[in-house]
């Protein structure tokens, strides 16, 4: 019987934090700028000049995805060797 | 003319030639030539792989159209444009590891080598070469419009010239160097775009009289133009939120990113490229339409959208820095076009004369019609973008959501679902394309379909097309693994 190969197992739970890195980014993206953004525009506040909704959900969102990227690729990706008899 | 704009910007194409030139050089000593020429060998290191999906996906609209519609639409736009963060890491981690291998395992050069080995379907190779070649062809001519513009509005040279000298700039390189050419002085381009934007924006801040002040200026303008909403307030949030889908995660399906996606040396250049291209394009297109909310009080009542960035710089900064930050825009064309003729002219050569017309072609053969097609393929957007016709404008509209609804299924269920098979793919395919063309046509007559972009629907519609025939006809479990008795 075939025997899955073993850099496929990790390509695929790689894939699969991909896909759960993205939906967090949506979630968080669209929590902030609808749910912030949605008050009356006297109410925002303002942090370095910028609305609140903005700021949480672009700046503070997008500073956030690249760390949580880094600490994914550093700690949670596999290396493995591309060719079939490779040893890289 | 303003030399003072020019002279950098002509100093900057000249760095661009040179590097064109030293990878041609190496392209001469090597052996392989069909994988050096399209796919720079497989061997692209981290950054260079990260700057090269970043320029070349980072296109005319990035820099010119995106910036100038935020102009108009305030902070909204900048949001939706943040929707493309996600295309940095999401790209890498979803093709990944599995495409990497299943491609080298396939001696895959190009996207549809890797359709053609999973499929094993001629109507599949010949549906995917044919949509590349009319809708990408289309996506460049429009670029060099764009980028024609660009040199025009700099220079004062007649929108002719300009074309000339954009084009004589683009064909030079890419005929000679090929991919390792293209995949170079896109790394260097994406540094010029990087630091250019961040001046650029910085400029505009000091000029506007610092953030808070900005956005007081808006406020007082019209207040819609700081809320997520638009200048009108018809942004709704479904339709920004579809744009994930065009922009973002779909971006997976275009040909010219995923071809990137087969082209690193091992999973280490892999990792820092998803690093480094999430950092860079995030940070790229937050400063760009940044910069065109904050251009709105500094320089009210510009009517063009493509001209605030060009008018925006020449304001804000010194003549000489701004032809170096300009040099950003021109450059995000410049690379996009390159990789673009050379996809084009890959599916030609590769996907169709070595496939069906002459599979046993010698390598001079091959190496003379390889530069010949691009020669030829750039010669004839040159001509069409002199006077283009309405044909190509409309094609054009289709490109990105077409091919993504064309193609994003095909790979991803080709890489990762085991029963997908040709007519899955096929149906997919067509459904795809086909879906896209009506239910454009069906919002430009009674407005957007549920309230979301054209792409959101036929994405969903090929999805359903590719499990259904996948699993009607012929069902089949594809083998991904290596027999051991082979």
């Not at chain 2, 935020?70 to 495409?99: N, R």
């Not at chain 2, 700081?226 to 995660?249: E, H, K, M, R």
Request: charged letters at 10%; hydrophobic letters at 55%.
């Amino acid at each position: 019987m075939e025997e899955t190969d073993w850099r496929f197992k990790i390509a695929h739970r790689e894939a699969w934090i991909g896909v759960g890195l993205a939906l967090f980014n949506f979630i968080w993206w669209f929590g902030f700028a609808y749910g912030l953004g949605s008050r009356p525009v006297e109410e925002y506040s303002y942090i370095f000049g910028l609305p609140d909704w903005f700021f949480y959900s672009c700046v503070v969102g997008f500073v956030l995805i690249c760390v949580l990227v880094i600490v994914i690729v550093k700690f949670f990706f596999t290396e493995v060797p591309f060719d079939e008899e490779g040893d890289v | 003319m303003n030399y003072a704009v020019l002279v950098p910007m002509l100093a900057f194409l000249l760095i661009i030639f040179f590097i064109g030139y030293w990878s041609s050089r190496k392209l001469s000593a090597s052996s392989n030539f069909i994988s050096d020429y399209f796919l720079g060998g497989r061997e692209l290191g981290g950054f260079v792989l990260a700057m090269t999906m970043v320029a070349t996906y980072g296109s005319a609209s990035s820099f010119l159209g995106g910036p100038g519609t935020a102009y108009t639409m305030g902070f909204g736009w900048v949001l939706l444009a943040m929707a493309q963060v996600v295309t940095g890491y999401f790209v890498l981690m979803i093709l990944g590891k599995k495409y990497a291998i299943m491609a080298r395992r396939y001696k895959a050069i190009t996207m549809i080598d890797f359709l053609k080995a999973r499929y094993n379907s001629t109507i599949v190779v010949l549906l995917s070469a044919f949509s590349i070649i009319v809708f990408l062809f289309s996506a460049m001519a429009a670029q060099w419009i764009g980028g024609a513009r660009l040199v025009e509005s700099l220079t004062g040279l007649s929108y002719n010239s300009s074309l000339f000298l954009f084009a004589i700039s683009v064909l030079v390189y890419v005929t000679i160097g090929g991919f390792r050419a293209v995949a170079l002085t896109d790394a260097v381009q994406g540094a010029v775009m990087l630091v250019g934007t961040l001046v650029l924006l910085i400029a505009v801040i000091i000029a506007g009289g610092g953030i808070p002040n900005i956005v007081n200026d808006l406020i007082n303008e019209n207040p819609n133009l700081v809320t997520p909403y638009g200048a009108d307030g018809n942004l709704t949030a479904a339709y920004v939120s579809s744009f994930w889908i065009l922009v973002g995660v779909g971006v997976v399906g275009l040909p010219q990113i995923a071809v990137r996606a087969m082209s690193y040396k091992n999973s280490r250049s892999m990792h820092r490229a998803l690093i480094i291209g999430t950092i860079v394009t995030g940070f790229i297109m937050l400063n760009m339409h940044l910069i065109g909310v904050f251009a709105r009080p500094v320089m009210p009542g510009i009517e063009i959208g493509d001209k605030v960035i060009p008018l925006i710089a020449l304001e804000t900064l010194p003549p000489w820095v701004a032809g170096i930050v300009l040099a950003a825009p021109m450059a995000a064309i410049m690379s996009t076009v390159d990789s673009l003729l050379l996809l084009v002219s890959s599916s030609i050569v590769k996907d169709v004369y070595l496939n069906y017309v002459k599979p046993d072609a010698t390598m001079k053969t091959i190496k003379r019609i390889s530069f010949g097609v691009t020669g030829i393929l750039g010669i004839i957007v040159f001509l069409l973008a002199l006077n283009p016709p309405e044909l190509l404008i409309f094609l054009n509209l289709f490109a990105f959501g077409g091919l993504e609804a064309a193609f994003i299924w095909p790979i991803v269920l080709g890489l990762y679902w085991k029963w997908g098979n040709k007519y899955g793919a096929i149906a997919s395919m067509a459904t795809g394309i086909m879906s896209y063309i009506a239910i454009h046509f069906y919002n430009i007559e009674n407005g957007n379909l549920f309230g979301v972009h054209t792409v959101t629907l036929p994405v969903l519609l090929s999805l359903a097309a590719f499990i259904t025939f996948s699993l009607l006809i012929d069902r089949k479990a594809y083998q991904y693994n290596v027999q051991l008795n082979k």
